[in-house]
């Protein structure tokens, strides 16, 4: 199990006691596998070493993307910490080299599995990541900018640098062009409903500005450890956004991306539609988390929920208007039938009211 390249990075890493026969492999995500170090006197750490192959794809060394990547990491972990004490790795840090690349930082322990979680468990973790989400979103982030992250070459700064106002306003419109070019379709929905309904939540969007904070774009469960006593974050894919519309990003994952995309190639071994009842769970413990009996709050979240949805069958109405589809797309979304039914499942959820 412990091949070459591990060998490599504790050899680089210089790290007293680490007999081989402490070291074993604990995890892979597409893009890493995960190794456990044992250290006689100190804490245990965690090696990820980048795959030189994701899905299928030979992944060439891109110097600029992996400091990005992983400069974005360590800054979310950085505020992470100070928002609530040791939920995601207090030690973080990389090597980079062109034959062997990883990050080595702390270990977290090792999580329940979805299907292994109580009804109840499900609503407290939910609830703990709520409150998590929301004094994350309320610190102000040392990262400038709107966007994409990016490494300048000296620090990372967001890819967008407007004036607040405009971004906003330009966040509103994009519903709403979205919103025109799916009514022009030939789509079949209940296109009166969904009009009003999104025309109306824009309106008084428009009016409440949110802000721009630190939020996460990778939170599936394979990259959340559900432990008895704490809840633990790892792997984050940190951006600069709106608040609360990150806040119904977390509600929307759980509630209906994850379990509508548990047939696409990507995620089926995850088996999310058979976990779909605890995630949900995790989702209504999230929200009571994160709005803190603030009922206002609850319901902007979920008409941002609403606008994740309208997004998303933005998306799979152009994935269906391609004349063939790449072999990402076929991965992520899988085949035009598979992406024709979660088209009409994004349709009725547009048209259920909140
Ligand atoms: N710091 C850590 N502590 C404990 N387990 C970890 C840690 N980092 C990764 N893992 C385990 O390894 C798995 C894959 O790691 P991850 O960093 O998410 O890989 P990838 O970047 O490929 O998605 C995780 O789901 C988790 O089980
Ligand atoms: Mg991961």
């Not at 995500?29 to 899905?55: D, F, M, P, Q, T």
């Not at 769970?281 to 941002?304: C, M, P, S, T, V």
């Not at 085949?335 to 349709?347: G, H, P, T």
């Amino acid at each position: 199990m412990i091949n070459e390249e591990v060998r490599d990075a504790i050899l680089k890493l210089n790290i007293e006691n680490s007999a081989m026969d402490h070291i074993m492999k604990i995890g892979e995500g597409a893009w890493h596998n995960v190794y456990k170090i044992e250290r006689k006197h100190e804490g245990e750490l965690v090696l990820r070493i980048r795959k030189k192959e994701s899905y299928g794809q030979l992944q060439e060394y891109n110097e600029i993307d992996l400091i990005t990547e992983y400069e974005s990491s360590k800054a979310y972990y950085h505020q992470a910490n100070q928002t609530s004490f040791h939920i995601c790795p207090l030690f973080f840090d990389y090597i980079l080299e062109e034959s062997l690349a990883f990050t080595v930082e702390s270990f977290m322990g090792i999580g329940k599995k979805l299907q292994d979680i109580s009804h109840s468990e499900s609503f407290v973790i939910g609830g703990k990541l709520g409150r998590f989400f929301k004094g994350m979103h309320e610190k102000i982030p040392e990262i400038k900018g709107f966007g994409n992250i990016i490494w300048n070459g000296e620090r990372l700064e967001g890819n967008i640098q407007q004036e607040t106002n405009l971004i906003w306003q330009h966040d509103n419109d994009i519903y709403l062009s979205i919103l025109n070019e799916l009514t022009n379709s030939d789509l079949k929905f209940d296109r009166k409903k969904v009009v009003d309904k999104v025309v109306n939540i824009i309106d008084k969007r428009r009016k409440s500005p949110q802000k721009i904070s630190l939020v996460n774009q990778d939170v599936t469960p394979e990259n959340i450890i559900f432990g008895l006593e704490n809840v633990s974050l790892i792997d984050p894919f940190p951006r600069l956004d709106f608040d609360l519309k990150y806040a119904g990003y977390v509600v929307f994952c759980y509630k209906f991306l994850l379990p509508a995309y548990s047939n696409a190639p990507r995620y089926r071994k995850h088996a999310y539609d058979q976990n779909s009842k605890i995630m949900s769970r995790i989702a209504d413990g999230f929200i009571k988390g994160y709005i803190d009996n603030n009922e206002k709050l609850q319901h902007r979240l979920l008409e941002d929920y609403v606008l994740w949805v309208l997004l998303e069958t933005h998306e799979h109405y152009e994935t269906l208007n391609e004349s063939e589809l790449n072999a990402k797309t076929l991965q992520q979304m899988g085949d035009k039938e598979m992406i024709k039914n979660r088209l009409s499942l994004c349709l009725r959820e547009l048209e259920k009211s909140i």
